[in-house]
């Protein structure tokens, strides 16, 4: 588990991080969401103790990630693909780390076969792809066989067959009941892998929910109507309580009201639809709603994050 | 209004037990033995300080006068290939650790090993140890060489058992060492490889320039103090004038040492890595 209460991160005039609380849970894949520069990778940095908080503070288990005196044990971190000093072979790589926290060898050659590198093990890791590297930090995540995973981008580079892999590697870790936490901007790749998401924007908590209730909550969802008389059934439909919005023609854009309640409101009161449809936002949709602008971060955030009275 | 997770003291930041030293150490000697520039900085120690001490030895004697041989501080010059080597043990200093920002892999390292300073103590003292040895090694080899060169029965041949050699010879490898720790120091202030090898190579060669630019009697009092006029002492068998004694001058040289690395372990827990 993963706890984070009041973070706030400043470099010089630079607000990276701005007072995040968030709780990343055990069992489950938690997307970590945010446009580039929203202060993703900041935050994870943060989470391992490589940057120090402005103020606030983040637990990994119950404690400060840098209390533990072998942390390995308790998360394994992903944070740059290339984070490896080019002239070292991949196992030596492993082997550096792995020794720091008394892994034994046996176990970098467990991981190493884990993520595919068995055959290029003593090549240098300086000549590998972008994929390789992320099976290479990968690696070096699972050496300690943490309960808390936690990866920066980890599908970027990979080709299509490794995507799958570790899609499927990450929810089966997930499974396991560890707690996997894993950023990205490509919204489409979380929705196939997470259950959770935390969506940030320049820095701030913008929604902490699951997948589900973001795809179907809030502004995302709409009911589209045409009538004749599309200006009745605006003024009954807002007077049942919810929000109508006139497009083009004779055509309403309804929210906060289901399909079927709109079809009973003009039955009730002789009003012929030409059509009437429901629309599920795309989860990019509501992504870049939220996103696009910060002085929307404040009200979309708080409409919502579920639990918050 | 956005709600506030309530206020809660961070969790105690009373550390558990401290992480294996051993472990620590043996982490960052696999790191120094599985990159090349290692193999090849100490490769380069012993090529330049015994091909150095091969050469003056077998090409000197023939061109000195009988004076000359007698004036002339042998050991010294036996030693000639520490002006290369000097260079090349700082270097490694350095990379030691700025390679490790320069590459990312601090953030690795500092994700497996958090006690920061744990980590620098073991960097500093695994670098250390191959740094005395290739130091101390590399010297008597160059010390060996130049006698095996020079002509028999040459006036210019010494023994370890004469006055000051043994500690000349040992000192030249406890000064490459110094040299090191010195650059290992600037790497963990500056983190940038380029711009610590720079201050590096300032702080050696720049202040006898500077120094030459002043009144004799000021070159005399400042000049015995500047980092390597005050660690060339430890290897010369022949005292000069306005020369610390070998010792004091080997403790100075160490003096400028220890404060990049003292800067550096207070800096590594203080900075974002």
Same mark, same amino acid.
């Given at each position: 588990?993963?706890?984070?209460?009041?973070?706030?991160?400043?470099?010089?005039?630079?607000?990276?991080?701005?007072?995040?609380?968030?709780?990343?849970?055990?069992?489950?894949?938690?997307?970590?969401?945010?446009?580039?520069?929203?202060?993703?990778?900041?935050? $994870?940095?943060?989470?391992?103790?490589?940057?120090?908080?402005?103020?606030?503070?983040?637990?990994?288990?119950?404690?400060?990630?840098?209390?533990?005196?072998?942390?390995?044990?308790? *998360?394994?971190?992903?944070?740059?693909?290339?984070?490896?000093?080019?002239?070292?072979?991949?196992?030596?790589?492993?082997?550096?780390?792995?020794?720091?926290?008394?892994?034994?060898?046996?176990?970098?050659?467990?991981?190493?076969?884990?993520?595919?590198? /068995?055959?290029?093990?003593?090549?240098?890791?300086?000549?590998?792809?972008?994929?390789?590297?992320?099976?290479?930090?990968?690696?070096?995540?699972?050496?300690?066989?943490?309960?808390?995973?936690?990866?920066?981008?980890?599908?970027?580079?990979?080709?299509?067959?490794?995507?799958?892999?570790?899609?499927?590697?990450?929810?089966?870790?997930?499974?396991?009941?560890?707690?996997?936490?894993?950023?990205?901007?490509?919204?489409?790749? $979380?929705?196939?892998?997470?259950?959770?998401?935390?969506?940030?924007?320049?820095?701030?908590?913008?929604?902490?929910?699951?997948?589900?209730?973001?795809?179907?909550?809030? *502004?995302?969802?709409?009911?589209?109507?045409?009538?004749?008389?599309?200006?009745?059934?605006?003024?009954?439909?807002?007077?049942?309580?919810? /929000?109508?919005?006139?497009?083009?023609?004779? *055509?309403?854009?309804?929210?906060?009201? *289901?399909?079927? /309640?709109?079809?009973?409101?003009?039955?009730?009161?002789?009003?012929?639809?030409?059509?009437?449809?429901?629309?599920?936002?795309?989860?990019?949709?509501?992504? $870049?709603?939220?996103?696009?602008?910060?002085?929307?971060?404040?009200?979309?955030?708080?409409?919502?994050?579920?639990?918050?009275? | 209004?956005?709600?506030?997770?309530?206020?809660?003291?961070?969790?105690?930041?009373?550390?558990?037990?401290?992480?294996?030293?051993?472990?620590?150490?043996?982490?960052?000697?696999?790191?120094?033995?599985?990159?090349?520039?290692?193999?090849?900085?100490?490769?380069?120690?012993?090529?330049?300080?015994?091909?150095?001490?091969?050469?003056?030895?077998?090409?000197?004697?023939?061109?000195?006068?009988?004076?000359?041989?007698?004036?002339?501080?042998?050991?010294?010059?036996?030693?000639?290939?520490?002006?290369?080597?000097?260079?090349?043990?700082?270097?490694?200093?350095?990379?030691?650790?700025?390679?490790?920002?320069?590459?990312?892999?601090?953030?690795?390292?500092?994700?497996?090993?958090?006690?920061?300073?744990?980590?620098?103590?073991?960097?500093?003292?695994?670098?250390?140890?191959?740094?005395?040895?290739?130091?101390?090694?590399?010297?008597?080899?160059?010390?060996?060489?130049?006698?095996?060169?020079?002509?028999?029965?040459?006036?210019?041949?010494?023994?370890?058992?004469?006055?000051?050699?043994?500690?000349?010879?040992?000192?030249?490898?406890?000064?490459?060492?110094?040299?090191?720790?010195?650059?290992?120091?600037?790497?963990?202030?500056?983190?940038?490889?380029?711009?610590?090898?720079?201050?590096?190579?300032?702080?050696?060669?720049?202040?006898?320039?500077?120094?030459?630019?002043?009144?004799?009697?000021?070159?005399?009092?400042?000049?015995?103090?500047?980092?390597?006029?005050?660690?060339?002492?430890?290897?010369?068998?022949?005292?000069?004038?306005?020369?610390?004694?070998?010792?004091?001058?080997?403790?100075?040289?160490?003096?400028?040492?220890?404060?990049?690395?003292?800067?550096?372990?207070?800096?590594?827990?203080?900075?974002?890595?």
């Amino acid at each position: 588990m993963i706890e984070a209460s009041g973070l706030s991160k400043r470099y010089g005039a630079t607000l990276a991080v701005d007072d995040l609380s968030f709780t990343v849970l055990p069992g489950q894949v938690t997307g970590f969401l945010g446009p580039n520069g929203a202060g993703k990778s900041t935050t $994870m940095r943060l989470i391992l103790g490589l940057d120090a908080p402005t103020s606030g503070w983040v637990t990994v288990g119950g404690r400060p990630y840098t209390d533990y005196r072998r942390p390995l044990f308790q *998360a394994g971190a992903l944070l740059e693909a290339k984070a490896v000093h080019g002239g070292r072979s991949a196992y030596n790589h492993l082997l550096c780390l792995a020794l720091s926290n008394g892994i034994s060898r046996a176990r970098v050659g467990q991981v190493l076969n884990q993520v595919g590198l /068995a055959s290029v093990a003593r090549k240098r890791a300086g000549g590998f792809s972008l994929g390789m590297g992320q099976r290479l930090g990968l690696a070096a995540a699972l050496l300690g066989d943490p309960p808390v995973l936690m990866l920066d981008e980890p599908v970027n580079g990979l080709d299509p067959e490794g995507v799958l892999w570790i899609r499927t590697l990450l929810k089966s870790l997930a499974a396991e009941g560890r707690t996997v936490f894993l950023s990205s901007h490509l919204l489409s790749e $979380m929705s196939l892998t997470a259950d959770r998401l935390i969506i940030i924007g320049r820095g701030r908590l913008i929604a902490q929910t699951t997948v589900a209730d973001f795809l179907s909550s809030g *502004a995302g969802s709409f009911v589209r109507a045409r009538s004749p008389q599309a200006d009745v059934l605006a003024a009954l439909l807002e007077a049942h309580g919810a /929000a109508v919005a006139r497009q083009a023609g004779d *055509a309403l854009r309804i929210t906060g009201a *289901a399909s079927d /309640a709109v079809g009973e409101v003009a039955r009730a009161n002789g009003i012929t639809l030409t059509e009437l449809s429901e629309h599920q936002a795309s989860l990019e949709d509501r992504y $870049m709603e939220l996103t696009a602008d910060s002085v929307d971060y404040r009200t979309a955030g708080d409409a919502l994050v579920p639990g918050r009275k | 209004m956005q709600t506030i997770a309530p206020p809660r003291p961070a969790p105690s930041r009373a550390p558990g037990p401290l992480p294996h030293f051993a472990d620590i150490l043996r982490s960052e000697s696999c790191k120094l033995r599985t990159v090349r520039s290692t193999f090849w900085a100490v490769a380069a120690v012993v090529v330049f300080n015994v091909a150095t001490a091969a050469v003056l030895g077998a090409l000197l004697p023939a061109h000195m006068s009988a004076h000359e041989k007698a004036t002339i501080d042998s050991i010294r010059v036996s030693l000639g290939g520490l002006h290369l080597s000097q260079v090349v043990v700082g270097l490694l200093g350095v990379l030691v650790v700025s390679s490790e920002y320069g590459t990312g892999m601090i953030r690795a390292t500092l994700a497996a090993v958090p006690q920061r300073r744990l980590m620098l103590a073991a960097k500093t003292t695994v670098f250390t140890a191959v740094a005395l040895v290739t130091g101390i090694a590399s010297c008597f080899a160059a010390y060996y060489a130049f006698q095996v060169f020079l002509p028999a029965g040459d006036s210019m041949r010494t023994t370890l058992s004469e006055p000051g050699v043994l500690r000349a010879v040992t000192g030249a490898g406890l000064y490459l060492t110094v040299l090191g720790v010195f650059g290992l120091g600037l790497g963990a202030v500056v983190r940038s490889s380029a711009g610590a090898i720079a201050v590096l190579l300032g702080v050696l060669f720049v202040p006898s320039i500077l120094v030459s630019l002043l009144p004799q009697s000021w070159q005399d009092t400042i000049g015995a103090y500047l980092p390597m006029n005050a660690g060339d002492t430890i290897y010369s068998v022949h005292h000069q004038a306005h020369t610390l004694q070998p010792w004091t001058g080997l403790g100075v040289l160490s003096l400028y040492a220890v404060i990049p690395l003292t800067a550096g372990f207070f800096l590594i827990s203080h900075r974002d890595a």
